[in-house]
Structures are given as structure tokens and as C-alpha cells.
């Protein structure tokens, strides 16, 4: 791969769009605001995401979809995930015929329940062959400074995604392959729903064990579901599963935890959206994850608390209460 486009200049958006360069790969950032796509490129940094991080120059930004696309072999989309089928509506006409669609976004479609991947076949008409996703501990900011970290990239054709693996191993980024796309997009968009979990247990006060065992149960829950949608359960042991968990539960970086801390130390729900500026997609995600789960019949009593807090009103200690007092059965 050798020239990417990467749709948006968010917080992973830019910092992939480090990567893909700093791995050798030309890359066009698109920015919403013209403003920013030309303070990216006059002053090599995005100071709105990732104030202080130095972009490498085989970066350009533009705020011109169009542009951004033109003679693209990877188009990486990274924008929230609610919001994917319209904007993508809109730049489907000026995608590359034979581009590789590589998503980085972590949510589950309202409404449809579909998987990212998903969305992106339905809207481009572009065969599920074609369509990737890369995910695993990857908190942005870590990755901008280049500390080292590993992922997970998957897709279902061996030679795409070969060469997606070359196109983003830095000396500070390793991606590892991984057939099993549905496991790595499920892991990804049902570990910020136990993250917003792992921070109301954090705002309540509580320590380690609590953490454990949300992350572990949340595990639980995550391979029930993606085995039912046919993930093979080896992936939620890989680092697109409990690496992600691990990380995104432990880190005050991670705005799903830190959204759910908010509410744990008493804050409304409305007072912790206006606080929160950048996407925290469990909150969403949280019932699209739910829906699914219900049209497979599969448990997810996290989830179902993570909503009851998120959406119904629920307190953050009556949450904690009912999570205990579940019926006791064999791990
Ligand atoms: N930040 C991370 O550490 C990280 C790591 C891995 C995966 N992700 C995933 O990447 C995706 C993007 O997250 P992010 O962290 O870059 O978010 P962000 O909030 O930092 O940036 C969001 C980007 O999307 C754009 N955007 C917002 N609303 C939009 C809309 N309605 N239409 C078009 N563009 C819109 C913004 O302009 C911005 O460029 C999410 O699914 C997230 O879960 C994030
Ligand atoms: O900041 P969060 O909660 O969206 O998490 C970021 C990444 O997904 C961690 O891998």
C-alpha cells in the first residue's frame, strides 16, 4: 500500500495517520474544518487532538473528501461510529475501486446493530473482501508519543491483509493478523461498554478486585456474544479482546472509562456528556450491543447495567447492587 487516505483528523485519525507515515506510506488526512486541515499542514501538528506531537511530513491534510480519496489504495475510516453511514454516503462515490476500507472505529450501528464492516459493505456496495478493521490496547495519545504497543489487524483476504500488516509496523507499532474479523470488531466495541463499567466502579471508590473482575466477567459476556455471531473464541483472548479490555479498563486516558467515572462519582448524565469533548462510543454502543445480544438470546448483565446507568436513570451504587445480587451459578 502505498497511498492512503484517512478520514478524520480526530485523536486515532491522526495518530494512525502517523503510523501509516512513519511506516513509509503516503498519507492524506481529512479534516472537517478547513482550518485545521491547514494548521496540520503549515505547523505539522493537530493541536486540537494531539496538542504537542510533531506529525511526520509525509502527511497533508485537506478538508476536501474528494481530494483526500483521489488515487487512494487504503481509505482508513475513523470517525464516531454513529455517524459512519451518512458521511460515508457521501464520500462512497469518490472511493478507489480497489482500495483496501480499513476501519479503526470501535461502536456497534443504533438501530441496525451492524458492525462497522458491515456498514461499510452496505453503503459502498464493496465486497466484504475488501473491508478491514485494526483493533487492540491502542489508547491514541500513547501511540502519538510512540510508546510501543501491538494490534490486531483482520480482514478475510490473506493478501490485503499482508500488506495492510506492512503499511502500519512502525518501530514502535506491531500489528498482528488475525482472520476472525467479527471477533476483533465485537471486542473492540463491547470493551468500552465494560470500560464505562470499570469507571463508575472507580468513581464509587472501589479498587482491583472490582476492576478484575469486571474485566473478566465483561470478557465472559463479550466471547458469549461473539460466539453466537460465529467469532472464533480465541480472538478474546488475543489482544483485540482482553488487551483491549485490560487497557481501556486500567487508563484514565480511555474517555469510556473516564465517562463512567464521572457518573460514579455523582455526576448527572447530562453534566458528563457536556464535560466529555471527545467520543466515548459505549455510551451509544451500549444498547446496540444490547439489542444484539437479545436477537441472539445471549446474557450481558454488564451491558444491561452499563445501560440502565447510561440511559434509564439508574444510580450508580443500585447498579453495583444488582450486579451482586445475581442469581449465583457456576463460573
Ligand atoms: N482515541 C483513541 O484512543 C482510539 C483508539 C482506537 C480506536 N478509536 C476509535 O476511533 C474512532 C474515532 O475516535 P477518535 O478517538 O478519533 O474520536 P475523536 O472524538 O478524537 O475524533 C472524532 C473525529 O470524527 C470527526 N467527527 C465527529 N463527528 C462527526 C460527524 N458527525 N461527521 C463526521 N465527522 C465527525 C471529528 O471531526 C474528528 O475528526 C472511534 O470509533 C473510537 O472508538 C479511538
Ligand atoms: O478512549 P477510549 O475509551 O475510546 O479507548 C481508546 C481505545 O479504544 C483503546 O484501545
Given at each position: 500500500m502505498t497511498r492512503a487516505a484517512v478520514l478524520s483528523a480526530g485523536s486515532w485519525g491522526t495518530t494512525f495517520a502517523k503510523v501509516l507515515a512513519d511506516a513509509g506510506t503516503e498519507v492524506t488526512l481529512h479534516a472537517r474544518r478547513p482550518e485545521l486541515a491547514a494548521a496540520i499542514t503549515a505547523d505539522r501538528e493537530n493541536a486540537d487532538y494531539l496538542p504537542g506531537i510533531r506529525l511526520p511530513d509525509g502527511i497533508t491534510a485537506t478538508a476536501d473528501p474528494a481530494q483526500a480519496l483521489d488515487g487512494a489504495d487504503l481509505v482508513v475510516l475513523s470517525i464516531p461510529s454513529q455517524t459512519l453511514r451518512e458521511n460515508l454516503a457521501g464520500w462512497a462515490p469518490h472511493i478507489p475501486a480497489q482500495a483496501t476500507l480499513l476501519s479503526l472505529m470501535k461502536g456497534i450501528e443504533l438501530?441496525?446493530?451492524?458492525?462497522m464492516s458491515e456498514v461499510v459493505c452496505e453503503v459502498t456496495g464493496a465486497a466484504p473482501e475488501r473491508v478491514a478493521v485494526l483493533s487492540g490496547p491502542n489508547l491514541a495519545r500513547e501511540i502519538a508519543e510512540e510508546q510501543p504497543a501491538a494490534t490486531v489487524v483482520a480482514c478475510t483476504d490473506p493478501d490485503r491483509l499482508e500488506a495492510l500488516q506492512a503499511a502500519c509496523h512502525t518501530r514502535y507499532f506491531r500489528p498482528y493478523t488475525n482472520p476472525d474479523l467479527v471477533g476483533c470488531e465485537l471486542g473492540g466495541a463491547v470493551k468500552n461498554v465494560i470500560a464505562l463499567a470499570a469507571g463508575v466502579a472507580e468513581g464509587l471508590g472501589f479498587g482491583d478486585n472490582t476492576r478484575a473482575s469486571l474485566i473478566t466477567r465483561g470478557l465472559a459476556e463479550t466471547a458469549r456474544l461473539g460466539q453466537a455471531l460465529g467469532a472464533d473464541p480465541l480472538t478474546f483472548a488475543g489482544l483485540a479482546g482482553l488487551g483491549d479490555l485490560v487497557a481501556t479498563c486500567s487508563s484514565p486516558l480511555s474517555r469510556n472509562r473516564t465517562f463512567g467515572e464521572h457518573l460514579g462519582r455523582g455526576m448527572s448524565l447530562e453534566e458528563t456528556v457536556a464535560a466529555t469533548k471527545q467520543t466515548a462510543e459505549g455510551v451509544k454502543s451500549c444498547r446496540s450491543v444490547l439489542d444484539l445480544a437479545r436477537a441472539h438470546g445471549v446474557e450481558v448483565p454488564i451491558t444491561e447495567a452499563v445501560v440502565r446507568v447510561c440511559h434509564d436513570g439508574e444510580s450508580p451504587v443500585q447498579m453495583v447492587r444488582e450486579i451482586m445480587s445475581r442469581e449465583a451459578k457456576p463460573e
Open positions: 438501530g441496525s446493530t451492524r458492525r
